[in-house]
């Protein structure tokens, strides 16, 4: 490992939340083959270790730090837990993020004193971390110990390289899945189905659609259960302000996610997204929609647990967010009976010259795993992250325990039970907390949706047939009223756009002191201050708001940051394709 020192405690304690724009959205991997089975994966229920390296499964503990809440975990008391320590030995002493604040706060902290974990899920603060001498390089790990996950990853190994200038490999991406092929889709713009119903499935392709569906709903019912009826609203809690306020203005203006920069796909050059004139118009829009009392008033103020909140009263009609970041509020409306009042998503853009870039696929990069300097025993971690990513490892994950989450019928495809199949649908919480299905996904590398074992069933427990038996009622009526089988069928394909070859540059490693994170944050300081503003701002003002808010920005110097995110955009194309700039 190369050591790069501790930097200075200011520079270490400046939050790296640039990276966070991205998580959660429907980017996909490239596919893995053509027929989406890999090949050489061997039988799926052995461990593909070396035979001259048994697993130990002697008790031993993992310290661990998520950089996302898990507010489900179960201390690995659940049922896919039990059987991981009983393979492996292994037991985690996990410890997860509380709140919005996606670990940023506590990895600077651990960054400044040293105090880390054994392993880590750092998202967009791990630079903070390698930059201060305490992740190690995992490339010889990998080569000697983890014949699992050099067969996941294959081909793709040259991505997990960290940089051009540093060639190492300090994290395994976990949190996508290598030949990911999307059977549905889950984020975008929301609608309840009871809305939708009743205005008798209307078109809902841009703003103007979205806008009018909302507004025509909230004059027939102003008031839900006796509460007023709120048209939209949005979390601008802490860095889940890009999900919902500010992601979707390049989504809606047909950019694809990276992160807080749109990136020509010629020339490479980078500029903070809000600087792209079509992108105004998609906050011009929230003004009008806040001028007109469709936009909830406390957008800008309320917190994450108020938010959700509303999202459970039932009285939201429309959100613009990923599934997962309202989930806690839409289970709790499910575990209630209340479908109607749960979600559509539409793939809806400022005018219908734009196309949704969601399915646009990124290839094998993103977030993941990373052992630090503290591990004791790094060779037992890298060899339970392996198992974790054989065949027997991806099964468990995904979809639990032979006999009591799944069976295999005589033709040997595995099954779900009704009984399950509705549990994990309508009491995510408890089912979550009790089975351990979906808890585990991050610890190793997996194959992706659509991608067959080598027993010709799926890797992964989210296909065609399991997503449309999950659909409540409400859903599979309001999908039936647009003519589709699933949400995806409403947006753009995958093969109707090249494969980034820049992958997923919300997740590039960037400098983590210097003037790049100085002025980096003072930019941030002014998107968060400067958007609500413009969008709570009359509308005569509008224009006015937010041309100094773009001076703004280049008065700080982002013109100084953009040139050298460019700069890492082209290195980072250099190293993955061997081009020269």
Not at 159 to 177: A, E, F
Not at 439 to 458: C, E, H, M, S, W
Request: aromatic content about 10%; charged content about 25%; proline content about 4%.
């Amino acid at each position: 490992m190369k050591s790069k020192g501790i930097k200075t405690a200011f520079t270490l304690m400046l939050l790296s939340s640039m990276l966070i724009a991205g998580c959660g959205g429907n980017n996909n991997a490239a596919n893995n083959t053509a027929d989406n089975t890999p090949a050489n994966t061997g039988n799926n229920t052995e461990t593909n270790q070396p035979a001259d390296e048994a697993m130990d499964t002697s008790p031993f503990t993992i310290s661990f730090f998520g950089a996302d809440a898990s507010p489900n975990w179960n201390n690995m008391q659940d049922d896919v837990g039990k059987v991981i320590t009983e393979k492996t030995g292994v037991t985690l002493e996990a410890e997860f993020d509380v709140g919005s604040g996606g670990g940023d706060q506590k990895i600077a902290m651990m960054a400044a004193s040293g105090d880390v974990p054994d392993l880590i899920f750092a998202k967009g603060s791990l630079s903070t971390l390698v930059d201060a001498g305490l992740i190690i390089d995992l490339t010889d790990l990998i080569d000697k110990h983890a014949p699992n996950l050099k067969k996941v990853y294959g081909e793709n190994m040259n991505r997990l390289k960290y940089s051009l200038d540093d060639q190492s490999i300090y994290q395994i991406p976990t949190n996508m899945g290598v030949g990911q092929s999307s059977f549905d889709a889950t984020g975008g713009f929301e609608i309840q189905h009871r809305v939708l119903k009743e205005l008798g499935y209307p078109e809902v392709k841009t703003l103007a659609d979205y806008e009018k569906v909302l507004k025509d709903y909230v004059a027939l019912h102003p008031e839900t259960d006796g509460q007023p009826t709120i048209p939209l609203t949005l979390n601008a809690d802490d860095w889940k302000i890009m999900i919902t306020v500010t992601n979707p203005a390049f989504i809606t203006t047909g950019a694809p996610d990276d992160g807080e920069y749109y990136v020509d796909p010629e020339t490479y050059e980078a500029q903070l997204h809000y600087k792209r004139p079509v992108e105004k118009e998609y906050f011009r829009w929230l003004n009008g929609m806040y001028n007109q009392g469709l936009l909830d008033k406390d957008t800008f103020v309320q917190k994450d647990d108020q938010y959700k909140a509303k999202v459970a009263s039932g009285r939201v009609l429309g959100l613009i967010s990923q599934e997962w970041e309202y989930a806690d509020g839409e289970n709790a409306l499910k575990a209630a009976g209340k479908d109607e009042y749960t979600y559509a998503h539409f793939p809806v853009t400022l005018s219908e010259e734009y196309k949704d870039h969601s399915f646009m696929q990124t290839g094998i990069d993103g977030y993941g795993l990373a052992i630090t300097t503290a591990a004791k025993d790094p060779v037992r971690i890298i060899k339970w992250l392996d198992w974790m990513s054989s065949d027997e490892g991806q099964i468990l994950r995904s979809w639990g325990v032979e006999g009591k989450h799944y069976t295999v019928n005589a033709e040997g495809k595995r099954e779900v039970p009704a009984e399950i199949s509705d549990r994990k649908a309508n009491d995510v919480a408890n089912f979550q907390k009790e089975t351990g299905i979906g808890q585990y996904l991050i610890f190793g590398a997996r194959y992706g949706d659509g991608v067959k074992d080598p027993t010709g069933n799926y890797y992964t427990a989210t296909f065609p047939d399991e997503i449309v038996a999950a659909y409540s009622d409400a859903e599979k009526e309001s999908l039936a009223g647009y003519g589709a089988t699933t949400w995806k069928d409403l947006f753009p394909k995958e093969d109707e756009f090249p494969v980034k070859e820049t992958g997923a540059l919300y997740n590039l490693p960037v400098p983590t002191d210097g003037q790049y994170q100085v002025i980096f944050k003072k930019t941030q300081d002014i998107i968060r201050k400067r958007i609500p503003e413009a969008i709570l701002s009359k509308p005569g003002d509008f224009d006015k708001v937010y041309d100094a808010f773009l001076s703004e920005l280049d008065k700080a110097g982002a013109q100084d940051m953009e040139k050298e995110f460019t700069e890492l955009v082209k290195k980072r194309v250099s190293l993955w394709t061997g081009k020269e700039f």
